[in-house]
């Protein structure tokens, strides 16, 4: 029997629409500036990537804002609290999924519920992401953007360098989680179901 589950408003896939394509540009433009050869060459002409990447930080910025806020004033923040209860047990016995039970086609330990739509797993690697992971990338990149606003030294450190440094890593980091996020996606029934769940807002529960 197939239940529908209504787990993704309007809202939350518009955002993560938005979040997803800025923050795509942001990892393409920021290789562009980050590989520029010394005679000038890269990917995408530096005067361009220039633009695009600041215009799709600014949105990715005003975007984050607005996930903040909806988690604030609507249930979705609910799916966000609570990860720290039995969280070693519970991680393992997601990741031995993961491993093997997937392969053998167990049930899933964490089944998705209206009150519950992520598995421990996501839930800690989603809270760290978006609540950890983004506001330092944000807060390192409008930095950088505005580079009067660092300090001139830390520990005899310059503070540009410690700023571009700390950008770069999270940017690495998100990247390897968007990787990581798009794979677990193709786990569904088929490997297109999560994504259909995404653009439609529907979540098909087998019982």
Same mark, same amino acid.
């Given at each position: 029997?197939t239940?529908?589950l209504?787990?993704?408003?309007?809202?939350?896939?518009?955002?993560?629409?938005?979040?997803?394509?800025?923050?795509?540009? *942001?990892v393409?433009?920021g290789?562009s *500036?980050h590989?520029?050869?010394?005679?000038?060459?890269?990917?995408?002409r530096?005067?361009i990537?220039?633009?695009? %990447?600041?215009?799709?930080?600014i949105i =990715?910025?005003f975007?984050?804002?607005y996930f903040v $806020?909806?988690?604030?004033?609507?249930?979705?923040?609910?799916?966000? +609290?609570?990860?720290?209860k039995?969280l070693?047990a519970?991680?393992?016995?997601q990741?031995?999924?993961?491993? #093997?039970?997937?392969?053998? +086609?167990?049930?899933?330990p964490?089944? #998705?519920t209206?009150?519950n739509?992520?598995?421990?797993l996501?839930? $800690?690697?989603?809270v760290l992401?978006?609540?950890?992971?983004m506001p330092?990338?944000i807060i390192?990149?409008?930095?950088?953007l /505005?580079?009067?606003t660092i300090?001139?030294?830390? /520990?005899n #450190?310059?503070? =540009? #360098?410690?700023?571009?440094?700390?950008?770069?890593t999270?940017g /690495?980091i =998100?990247?390897l /989680?968007l990787? $990581?996020h798009?794979?677990?996606?193709?786990?569904?029934e088929?490997?297109?179901t999560?994504?259909?769940?995404?653009?439609?807002?529907? %979540?098909?529960?087998?019982?």
């Amino acid at each position: 029997m197939t239940k529908r589950l209504y787990l993704y408003p309007v809202w939350v896939r518009l955002w993560h629409l938005l979040n997803a394509v800025s923050f795509l540009l *942001l990892v393409l433009t920021g290789i562009s *500036l980050h590989f520029i050869t010394s005679e000038g060459n890269s990917l995408i002409r530096f005067d361009i990537s220039v633009v695009i %990447h600041n215009v799709a930080a600014i949105i =990715l910025t005003f975007n984050y804002g607005y996930f903040v $806020i909806g988690n604030i004033v609507s249930n979705n923040g609910k799916h966000y +609290k609570n990860w720290r209860k039995n969280l070693a047990a519970n991680l393992w016995k997601q990741g031995m999924y993961y491993a #093997v039970g997937i392969f053998k +086609k167990e049930s899933h330990p964490f089944p #998705v519920t209206e009150d519950n739509k992520f598995n421990p797993l996501q839930k $800690i690697s989603y809270v760290l992401a978006m609540y950890l992971g983004m506001p330092l990338l944000i807060i390192s990149g409008l930095g950088l953007l /505005f580079p009067e606003t660092i300090a001139y030294t830390v /520990f005899n #450190v310059s503070g =540009l #360098v410690l700023t571009a440094m700390l950008h770069i890593t999270m940017g /690495f980091i =998100l990247s390897l /989680f968007l990787l $990581i996020h798009l794979y677990t996606c193709t786990l569904g029934e088929k490997p297109l179901t999560l994504f259909k769940g995404m653009i439609k807002g529907y %979540h098909d529960s087998h019982d």
